[in-house]
Every structure is written in structure tokens, then in C-alpha cells.
């Protein structure tokens, strides 16, 4: 493709995605289709010859377009938000366009010390102590993987990278503990760094469904008498289900007793941490030894872009580096090589894209907008606490808000757990196949919970306003009793 065709064609995509934008309120948030619809509409393999640009782009508005969920809406509250902004699609787009590979330094210098200032922006912005540094990875599940291979080898003092699980000998095993409300993340990491699920422990929570400290106390305690060796204690800031905050302080001081690593898993809930209000999140972040948000989710960096703080980076350096003749570099003493703080050797550009929006919206653009998402939380909560028939089930720390239809709250008799789930399992089915509105569900304990959870970019009152009327509109709640 010569310069000018591309020019063509980059307008008319740069237009669209300009329109699309401005005008994505007006599609189904979920789309109306089947499993295989999409495929059905494809070739089974690539075409021989090469087809105009006119042509892919028009099967990917009739053919594509009509199978995404569009996360931009501003009726998304699925999962979590994976907001986005213009200066982060445009410094995605140069990114592409320069397609360099940040994995060491001389690959591209300018990627590695453009990483290395924003990530030091960040920790300043979230207070993080002095000696943190900080690398981008492509998403939380890596960074909590990084975190707790550098566990292992610390604990093992860097042997088990060379000799493998199995030359720990009569060595007791190596356990993680994480509250029952972590992230599935974690569990995988686990079994990736070869730990096995059976030594995660899950802790017990507390009334908030943050992370017991006497639980944790106890589980260690039997697992040391046990022969077994506590290894990493990963703490959620901000579950998944509830954003609820494991407390740090705590359970720092237990892990320290212990040698263990603390990990932070605050993926969503970090960026909230830019707030001054909010910084009490991460109290206790002085002791722990990693942290990873990604901004991805609230920071308006459109996906991907995982923020990985460590502590010592020599214990990255130590567990990941290995170096070949062919990435060998002159001035490697001088200058950081990335690809030894993580698992891929290849890298993207990413800091590009983030360095945009820092700059483009300024600490106080980033503050405003995420009181706002913490505000319209508060408000969604709010109308809930005072309907008749539904319940906030879990305190609304940030901005994702779990609550249940329960026609038995006001008096009455309420139905029983199955058929509660049922209820509002139907209210879900049929506020997500309207395409009005995207929400997930969880469970709490045993029971299911609808789910809320605000911090699309274009996200305003009226879209929550929206989604709580389309909620007491389903027939489940509307029909007369
Ligand atoms: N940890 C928590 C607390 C999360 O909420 C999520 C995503 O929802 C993750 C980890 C996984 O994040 P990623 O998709 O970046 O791996």
C-alpha cells in the first residue's frame, strides 16, 4: 500500500472511528447474534489474490461491526470498564505505525525511556513509595504471574529457575495466599510458575469481603507447623466481584514475619488511587513488594496497557533475564532492557499511548473523571437503597455496585435462594438481550448478585439513570403481583 492509498483509506477510517465514536449510543451495546453467525459470514481460507481496501472495509461494517459488543457505549457495565479516549487511539495508531519492539533499550530507546518517565508519573500520581519502579505489561494476569515467579525464586534463593520444583529435595512445599475473592488470575499463576492450585490458600473475608488478617494469621501459622512454606501472600485492592480491599497494612506485617512477597493485585481498582480521597486504598503499600493497575480499565488508555510496579528489579532481573549473543547490546550496564522484567521478550510501544492521555487530560482531567464514575456509583447505589424491591448487596467503595431484586425486602415474604436466582437471572437475560444496556453478574458467598460496573469514557447520569429504569422495566419487576 503507497503512501497515498494509505492516506485515503486512513482519513476515511479516521472519519469513521471519529463517527463511530460520536455515535456508538445508538447501537445494541450486546449484539443480537448466534454462536457461528459471524464465521458462517467468512470464507474458510484466506483469499489467493489481494482484494481492494474498499471491499474489507465494507465487510467489516456488515459483517463485523454487527457482531461486537461495544464496550465504548456508554451503557456498558459489564465485567469492568475498559475505557479509552482520542489521544489514547491516536497514540495507539502511531504506535502501529512505528511498529517498533521495545525489548531492550538499543531496540528502540526512545520507547524504553518514555516507558520509564510515565511509569515514574504513575507512582507519583498513586503515591507509590520512592523505590518502586515501574514496566508496562500487557495485562494484570502477566504482571501477577511476574510477581509470583520472583516469589518463588526469592524464597528458593534464585535455585529453582536453574534446577526446576523438583531439586527443592524434602523441602516443604511452597504455599500462596490469596482471599476466596482473588482474581482467577491468581490461581493461574500459579499453576504456570508450577506451584499447582492446591497449594493456593484461600483466605477468609470479612463482612466487606475483604481479606481476613486473623485468617491469614491462622493459615500460615498451621502451614508452617505443617512443614510447608509460605511463599506470597497476593492482596486484592478492588475485587473483581465487589471491589472490595484487602488491607495491606496487616497483612504486610504478617507476610514480613514470614519473609513472604506481597503482591497487590489492584488491576481495576489502582487507578481510583490517583484521587487523594482515595488513596487510602493502597494504606500499607510502604511494605509490599509489588503492585500492578491497569490503567487500562479506568485511566482512559484504551486496552492494552498493564501497570507493574516492583521494588527491587534486580529480583525481576534475577528470575527472568536470560541473555543470548543476539541481545547483546554495547550499553546494556547502562540503560534498562525491559524484556528482562517480564515474560515476553517482544514488547509494544505502549507508553506511547498512555503518555498521550497523561498529558492530553492532565492529573486533574484523570481526578475529575473518576469522581465522577465514584459519584454516579454512589447515585446508582442510592436509587437502589431506596426501591421498595432491590438490595445493594456488597459496600460501594468505587464504582462497580452488586444488589439483587428481592420483592420480600420491604416485608413480605421473600422467595428462597433458588428462586431469587431465577429472578434475576431473567431480569439480566432480558436487560442484556434488549441491547439497551450490558451488565454481568456474581456471587457473593452463595448468593448471585446483578452487578454494576461504571467507567465507560461517555458514561454520564443519564446512562445510569437509563439502566436502573430498564432494570424496573424488565417484566420480572413490572408485572402486578
Ligand atoms: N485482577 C482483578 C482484580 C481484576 O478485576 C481483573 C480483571 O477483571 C484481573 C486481575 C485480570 O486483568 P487482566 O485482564 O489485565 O489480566
Not at 95 to 113: D, F, K, R, Y
Not at 330 to 353: E, M, Q, S
Not at 366 to 389: G, K, N, T
Request: a neutral charge; proline letters at 6%; glycine letters at 8%.
Amino acid at each position: 500500500m503507497d503512501a497515498e492509498v494509505f492516506r485515503r483509506h486512513g482519513h476515511e477510517v479516521v472519519d469513521w472511528v471519529a463517527d463511530y465514536l460520536r455515535d456508538v449510543e445508538r447501537l445494541p451495546v450486546l449484539p443480537p447474534v448466534a454462536p457461528g453467525q459471524i464465521r458462517a459470514q467468512l470464507p474458510e481460507a484466506a483469499p489467493v489474490g489481494g482484494e481492494p481496501m474498499e471491499a474489507i472495509l465494507r465487510d467489516f461494517r456488515e459483517i463485523i461491526l454487527p457482531g461486537v459488543t461495544h464496550w465504548n457505549h456508554p451503557r456498558f457495565f459489564a465485567y469492568f470498564p475498559a475505557n479509552h479516549s482520542g489521544p489514547a487511539i491516536l497514540g495507539e495508531l502511531i504506535s502501529a505505525a512505528l511498529g517498533v519492539n521495545a525489548m531492550v533499550w538499543q531496540s528502540c530507546p526512545a520507547a524504553t525511556e518514555l516507558e520509564e518517565v510515565v511509569m515514574e508519573w504513575l507512582r507519583r500520581m498513586l503515591q507509590l513509595p520512592e523505590d518502586f519502579r515501574g514496566s508496562i505489561q500487557d495485562s494484570a494476569s502477566t504482571s501477577t504471574l511476574t510477581a509470583l515467579v520472583c516469589a518463588r525464586e526469592r524464597m528458593s534463593d534464585f535455585t529453582i529457575n536453574r534446577g526446576g520444583l523438583g531439586t527443592q529435595g524434602g523441602a516443604g512445599a511452597l504455599q500462596i495466599y490469596a482471599s476466596r475473592e482473588a482474581h482467577s488470575s491468581v490461581e493461574k499463576g500459579l499453576r504456570v510458575a508450577g506451584f499447582g492450585s492446591e497449594h493456593l490458600i484461600q483466605v477468609g473475608v470479612d463482612s466487606t469481603y475483604a481479606l481476613d488478617p486473623a485468617d491469614l494469621e491462622r493459615r500460615v501459622a498451621a502451614d508452617v507447623a505443617a512443614g510447608r512454606r509460605p511463599c506470597c501472600v497476593v492482596a486484592t485492592v478492588g475485587t473483581t466481584s465487589s471491589t472490595a480491599i484487602d488491607p495491606l497494612r496487616p497483612i504486610v506485617e504478617i507476610a514480613r514475619r514470614h519473609g513472604m512477597w506481597v503482591h497487590v493485585d489492584a488491576a481495576m481498582a489502582g487507578s481510583a488511587a490517583i484521587l487523594p480521597e482515595m488513596r487510602w486504598i493502597l494504606d500499607g503499600v510502604e511494605g509490599v513488594d509489588s503492585l500492578v493497575f491497569n490503567p487500562h480499565k479506568l485511566l482512559l488508555t484504551n486496552f492494552d496497557c498493564s501497570a507493574f510496579f516492583c521494588r527491587d528489579p534486580q529480583a525481576l532481573v534475577r528470575s527472568m533475564a536470560i541473555t543470548p549473543e543476539y541481545l547483546k547490546t554495547g550499553v546494556d550496564p547502562h540503560v534498562t532492557n525491559f524484556r528482562d522484567w517480564g515474560i515476553p521478550l517482544g514488547r509494544r510501544f505502549r507508553a506511547l499511548k498512555l503518555w498521550f492521555v497523561l498529558r492530553y487530560y492532565g492529573v486533574e482531567g484523570l481526578c475529575a473523571r473518576m469522581r465522577e464514575y465514584l459519584a454516579l456509583a454512589q447515585a446508582f447505589r442510592q436509587w437502589v437503597d431506596a426501591s421498595p424491591d432491590f438490595e445493594v448487596m456488597a459496600p460501594v467503595k468505587l464504582q462497580t455496585v452488586c444488589f439483587r431484586y428481592n420483592p420480600g425486602k420491604s416485608g413480605g415474604k421473600s422467595p428462597g435462594a433458588e428462586e431469587l436466582e431465577r429472578l434475576n437471572r431473567a431480569i439480566l437475560d432480558e436487560v442484556n438481550r434488549s441491547g439497551r444496556l450490558y451488565m454481568t453478574q456474581t456471587r457473593l458467598g452463595e448468593i448471585f448478585c446483578l452487578r454494576l460496573s461504571i467507567g465507560q469514557t461517555q458514561t454520564q447520569r443519564e446512562h445510569v439513570r437509563q439502566a436502573w429504569e430498564a432494570i424496573r422495566g424488565t417484566s420480572v419487576v413490572s408485572a402486578p403481583r
